[in-house]
């Protein structure tokens, strides 16, 4: 089974902050605040996390999907490059989707532990069949991104 990205791509409006218009069969112009920076680095190539550096708060763990203020001491959160392999942790088969979903179905959708990081990170398994504690690495769409979560895919290990 391989998942496929249906051609889709979005239009870059803006790159600081990121803005991006997805087309469907309407459109929605969106912009990413201060997590621009997470999915720029999806196109290239990178898993960027956010990490909180006060040393009073004793909170040094990655977060993934990324925070802008740590939410222990509310201090900016520092970006750093998460490690792109992990661990499925659990999954779900998307059969029926509705009407914007843009992969191919069935989907197998899965939350990836990431030594680390203190947060599970949800994605699609690009090829394979999911099984709980199987390895995976991420897999980034660089040449045609979409400026979205689906620049990140899951492969086996």
């Given at each position: 089974?391989?998942?496929e990205l249906n051609d889709t791509i979005a239009e870059v409006l803006s790159e600081d902050p990121l803005v991006i218009k997805n087309k469907k069969d309407w459109y929605h112009i969106h912009s990413y605040g201060g997590w621009g920076r997470f999915f720029t680095g999806l196109r290239e190539g990178?898993?960027?996390?956010?990490r909180c550096d006060n040393k009073e708060c004793g909170e040094n763990r990655m977060w993934l999907p990324p925070r802008c203020e740590c939410p222990d001491c509310w201090d900016r959160?520092?970006?750093?490059?998460?490690?792109?392999?992990?661990?499925?942790?659990?999954?779900?088969?998307?059969?029926y989707p509705g009407a914007p979903f843009?992969?191919?179905?069935?989907?197998?959708?899965i939350?990836?532990?990431i030594e680390g990081v203190c947060?599970?990170?949800?994605?699609?398994?690009?090829?394979?069949?999911?099984?709980?504690?199987?390895a995976v690495k991420a897999e980034f769409n660089t040449e045609k991104p979409t400026n979205t979560i689906l620049d990140l895919a899951w492969v086996p290990r």
């Open positions: 089974m391989a998942i990178k898993l960027l996390a956010t959160m520092t970006w750093v490059e998460a490690p792109t392999v992990g661990e499925v942790f659990t999954h779900s088969t998307v059969l843009r992969l191919s179905t069935p989907c197998p959708l939350s990836v532990v947060t599970k990170l949800m994605g699609y398994m690009k090829v394979g069949e999911p099984k709980i504690g199987m």
